[in-house]
Each structure stands twice: as structure tokens, then as C-alpha cells.
């Protein structure tokens, strides 16, 4: 008899409820903070024990709807965005696009070799330089549909943006939101140490672009290999790819036109301006009535489209909501930080190789609890940095560690990201984290060997 796992649904009550648990057997604990340079950061030397705040029925049963709040603008930017598609779609440019791809797939070895190379690496340059994270989530929509017509599956269309925009975040060499913040609270100078940052990048995109072209390869060949073969075949029929001679008109040059021009903005803005989700949901709002008005969609034509997109992505809202849920729990029983504080001691290590390579270990285990780059980095560089001294390890080094330990990222269910988008996938998280088990190992081993050369140069 074979093992039902449950949904992803489930799977993520069921955490809230363990962390819950949790609450009544971890002591509260608190690190005080103190304000530098606009900063509240954490004094490394005042951890002290306070009164613990146990999470009962009632506040697991209150989580939802207060993750719910919290992740507010990543929930509205989802369902504003998935409306703007669905109005894209509505004008059928992005499927005349889709269908040249796939043209120019079939009779040109050259676009078979170059589609997964290059546009993993357009992402994974998005996380590297400035950021890309949130913004990733609309391109699923995009890619899950080309990689079905390329003869790929839904894994592969959701891994080209998600994988290449989250192995760019982790092995950033210009981030902001990681490393900028890091280097700025470690006291080494910002963006230093950009070359061997360089290095980790180029090899962990490259690593990424292999595996991702090995399993597409493999999934071409024999369809039903696919995890997602069933959902797949769903989906093709309820979106038979076209055919025909159909060609991108005047009409569909405009609308994607108005895309691309979008994308641009989007960069410009989170480069230059500081832009977050509000001034993008507007970009991508503003894209769906310019597209709406080339396209003459009518009033009523739209507002359905948009309405429908809003529709499909409503469960992908409820999963981020009790993703952001568990963050909550924690927090709110304050244990976070005596987690943090019990895993300090486990940095000692007779090498420091050995210590950067517990350091990383450590940055993994509270990114499940932690997602944001900027905020990770504001609660444990404060103490990894000192930290650092005392075993050996230079600063430089903490900081890749840190960097490093997001790799995990694409694998937790707790992460709004990870599972906004494969709700948006229609992927069921213990059906994705099956496959990226391999790659998961995979970059453990890549991150554990690319901690060695800083420490043996002393990387400063």
C-alpha cells in the first residue's frame, strides 16, 4: 500500500502546531538591541532568559489570519499580479510568443542548447545584484506554460526563474538586501571581496544550469519520469498548446512591448529607487490596462480576465499566509533568539574551515524560521561577527557562510516564496521537495567546499 502524503495545506498546519508545541518546552530569550547608523542591532553579550509566552490552541488557530496580515503586501502583490497575467494572457501575445519559441526550438540547435543557460543565468544575475526575490513570481506564470510546449514539465518552468533567481540571492557578489547589510553590520567595508564572490556565483549558477539541463534532457526523453507527469498532463489538455502558422502581429509586438518595458522598469526601480512590492504590483497593474487598452479588450473582458487570475491564485494567498504563520508562532512565544543563542556555542571547532563550514550549518537552520536576507542579517551578524574572531574565522568568511545558508531556501516549506510559487505552480510542496533532494545535497556539498579556500587564504 502506497504512503499518502498529506498537502501542502496540511503539511504547513502541522508545523505551526509542532512549533506551538515547541513554545511550551523552549525557555523565552532575548537579545537587546541598541541603534547604529538607523540600524537596531543585536548586542552579541546581552542575551538573557524572560518570562516564556506558551502558544495554546487559540493562538495556533489565531496564526493564519495573523500571518495573513503580516505577509499583506506579498499576498496583495500575488493576487494584483496573477490578475495582470491573466489580462497578458486575455490578448494571447504571450502564447504567439510562446509558440516562436517553440518554432525556433524545434529547428534551431542553438536555441535548444541556449534557453535554460541563459535565462537561469539572467535570474541568477537579478539575485546576485539586486536582489531579485518577490519579483520572481510572476515569470512562473510565464515559464511553466513555455516549458510544457518545449516538452519539458512544470518543474523545469518553475525552476528556471525560482532556482536562478535564489542560487543568485545566496551566492550574491552585489546584493543589497544580503550582502551590503551584512558587510555594513560586520564593520568590512561593503561589497569588498567581490572577486572570490565572483567565483561562488559563477560556480553555483553553473552547477544549477548543469542539473536543470540534465533532468530537462531527461524529462524530454521519457515524459514519465516528470514528479509533476499527471498535473502536466492535466494542464495540456486544459491549455492544448497551438499550432499553426500563426505569427507575433503588429498587435502582440505592442503588448509584449509594454511587457518587456515593464521588466525594465521593474530593474530600474529596485536598482535606483528603492522600489519594493507596492511600487511593483502598481508597475504590473499599470501593465495590465496598457495591454488591456492595445489588445481593445472591453471593460467587461478585462475585469473578467483579471478577476479570474485574482481567483486562481486565491489558495496560493492562504499557503503564504500560514507559511508567514510560522514565523509568528515563534516570535510571538519569543524563542527565537534562545534558539539562536543555543546554537552560538556549536561554532567551536578545532579548525576554522571546520568552524565556517558549522557557521553555514547554522545560517540554514534559522533560515527556516527567517527568510528575509536584510533580516537574517540583522540578527545574526551582530553575534557571528565576534563570533568569528574567536574561532579563527574571518568576517569575510561569516558572511558567505550567511549568504550560503540561504541556499535552503527553495526547500523549506516555511519560506512565502517557496510555496507562493508553487502554489502558483499547482506543484505540492512534498512533491517538489522529493525532487530537489538531489540538488538540495548537491549544494551542501557545493557550499561546504566553497568555505574552504576562505579560510586556508584568510579571506579578508
Known amino acids: 500500500m502506497r504512503l499518502r502524503l498529506p498537502n501542502t495545506f496540511v503539511l504547513l498546519f502541522a508545523i505551526l502546531a509542532l512549533i506551538a508545541l515547541a513554545t511550551w518546552f523552549v525557555p523565552g530569550g532575548k537579545y537587546d538591541t541598541h541603534l547604529v547608523g538607523g540600524k537596531q542591532l543585536v548586542d552579541p553579550a546581552s542575551f538573557h532568559y524572560v518570562a516564556s509566552n506558551p502558544q495554546g490552541l487559540v493562538a495556533l488557530l489565531k496564526a493564519p489570519i495573523k500571518g495573513f496580515v503580516e505577509a499583506a503586501l506579498i499576498i496583495g502583490f500575488v493576487l494584483i499580479v496573477g490578475g495582470a497575467f491573466a489580462v497578458l494572457q486575455r490578448t494571447e501575445a504571450i502564447d504567439t510568443l510562446i509558440r516562436s519559441i517553440v518554432r525556433a526550438h524545434e529547428h534551431s540547435p542553438v536555441v535548444r542548447a541556449a534557453i535554460i543557460p541563459v535565462f537561469v543565468t539572467m535570474f541568477s544575475l537579478g539575485g546576485a545584484t539586486f536582489g531579485m526575490n518577490e519579483e520572481v513570481i510572476p515569470f512562473v506564470l510565464v515559464f511553466v506554460p513555455l516549458a510544457l510546449a518545449l516538452g519539458y514539465d512544470s518543474v523545469v518552468g518553475v525552476s528556471i526563474p525560482f532556482l536562478g533567481s535564489q542560487v543568485g540571492f545566496a551566492a550574491a557578489f552585489l546584493n543589497p538586501f544580503n550582502v551590503g547589510i551584512a558587510q555594513g553590520i560586520a564593520g568590512v567595508p561593503v561589497?569588498?571581496?567581490?572577486?572570490?564572490?565572483?567565483?561562488?556565483?559563477?560556480?553555483?549558477?553553473?552547477?544549477?544550469?548543469?542539473?536543470?539541463?540534465?533532468?530537462?534532457?531527461?524529462?524530454?526523453?521519457?515524459?514519465?519520469?516528470?514528479?509533476?507527469?499527471?498535473?502536466?498532463?492535466?494542464?495540456?489538455?486544459?491549455?492544448?498548446?497551438?499550432?499553426?502558422?500563426?505569427?507575433?502581429?503588429?498587435?502582440?509586438?505592442?503588448?509584449?512591448?509594454?511587457?518587456?518595458?515593464?521588466?525594465?522598469?521593474?530593474?530600474?526601480?529596485?536598482?535606483?529607487?528603492?522600489?519594493?512590492?507596492?511600487?511593483?504590483?502598481?508597475?504590473?497593474?499599470?501593465?495590465?490596462?496598457?495591454?488591456?487598452?492595445?489588445?481593445?479588450?472591453?471593460?467587461?473582458?478585462?475585469?473578467?480576465?483579471?478577476?479570474?487570475?485574482?481567483?486562481?491564485?486565491?489558495?496560493?494567498?492562504?499557503?503564504?499566509?500560514?507559511?508567514?504563520?510560522?514565523?509568528?508562532?515563534?516570535?510571538?512565544?519569543?524563542?527565537?533568539?534562545?534558539?539562536?543563542?543555543?546554537?552560538?556555542?556549536?561554532?567551536?571547532?578545532?579548525?576554522?574551515?571546520?568552524?565556517?563550514?558549522?557557521?553555514?550549518?547554522?545560517?540554514?537552520?534559522?533560515?527556516?524560521?527567517?527568510?528575509?536576507?536584510?533580516?537574517?542579517?540583522?540578527?545574526?551578524?551582530?553575534?557571528?561577527?565576534?563570533?568569528?574572531?574567536?574561532?579563527?574565522?574571518?568576517?569575510?568568511?561569516?558572511?558567505?557562510?550567511?549568504?550560503?545558508?540561504?541556499?535552503?531556501?527553495?526547500?523549506?516549506?516555511?519560506?512565502?516564496?517557496?510555496?507562493?510559487?508553487?502554489?502558483?505552480?499547482?506543484?505540492?510542496?512534498?512533491?517538489?521537495?522529493?525532487?530537489?533532494?538531489?540538488?538540495?545535497?548537491?549544494?551542501?556539498?557545493?557550499?561546504l567546499a566553497l568555505l574552504v579556500p576562505p579560510c586556508l587564504m584568510e579571506w579578508n
Open 191 to 447: 561589497f569588498s571581496g567581490t572577486l572570490y564572490r565572483l567565483v561562488v556565483w559563477t560556480v553555483a549558477t553553473a552547477v544549477t544550469i548543469a542539473f536543470l539541463m540534465w533532468y530537462a534532457a531527461r524529462v524530454k526523453s521519457n515524459p514519465a519520469t516528470s514528479p509533476t507527469f499527471v498535473l502536466d498532463q492535466t494542464r495540456r489538455k486544459e491549455q492544448p498548446p497551438a499550432v499553426g502558422e500563426d505569427r507575433i502581429t503588429g498587435r502582440h509586438a505592442a503588448v509584449l512591448s509594454v511587457f518587456a518595458l515593464t521588466l525594465c522598469a521593474m530593474v530600474v526601480g529596485v536598482v535606483r529607487f528603492n522600489w519594493f512590492i507596492e511600487e511593483i504590483a502598481a508597475l504590473f497593474l499599470a501593465m495590465a490596462i496598457m495591454a488591456g487598452l492595445i489588445a481593445r479588450l472591453g471593460t467587461d473582458s478585462w475585469v473578467g480576465a483579471f478577476m479570474q487570475g485574482v481567483k486562481d491564485l486565491a489558495p496560493t494567498a492562504l499557503v503564504i499566509a500560514l507559511a508567514r504563520g510560522t514565523m509568528v508562532i515563534a516570535r510571538d512565544a519569543q524563542i527565537i533568539d534562545t534558539m539562536l543563542h543555543a546554537l552560538m556555542p556549536l561554532v567551536q571547532s578545532i579548525h576554522p574551515v571546520f568552524a565556517a563550514q558549522k557557521m553555514f550549518l547554522i545560517q540554514s537552520v534559522i533560515n527556516f524560521f527567517i527568510h528575509s536576507g536584510s533580516g537574517q542579517a540583522a540578527l545574526t551578524m551582530p553575534i557571528m561577527a565576534p563570533l568569528a574572531d574567536l574561532v579563527g574565522v574571518t568576517r569575510q568568511t561569516a558572511i558567505l557562510a550567511f549568504q550560503l545558508g540561504e541556499l535552503s531556501t527553495p526547500m523549506i516549506p516555511t519560506s512565502g516564496i517557496t510555496v507562493g510559487v508553487l502554489a502558483l505552480a499547482r506543484i505540492p510542496w512534498l512533491t517538489w521537495a522529493r525532487w530537489m533532494i538531489p540538488l538540495q545535497l548537491i549544494y551542501l556539498v557545493l557550499a
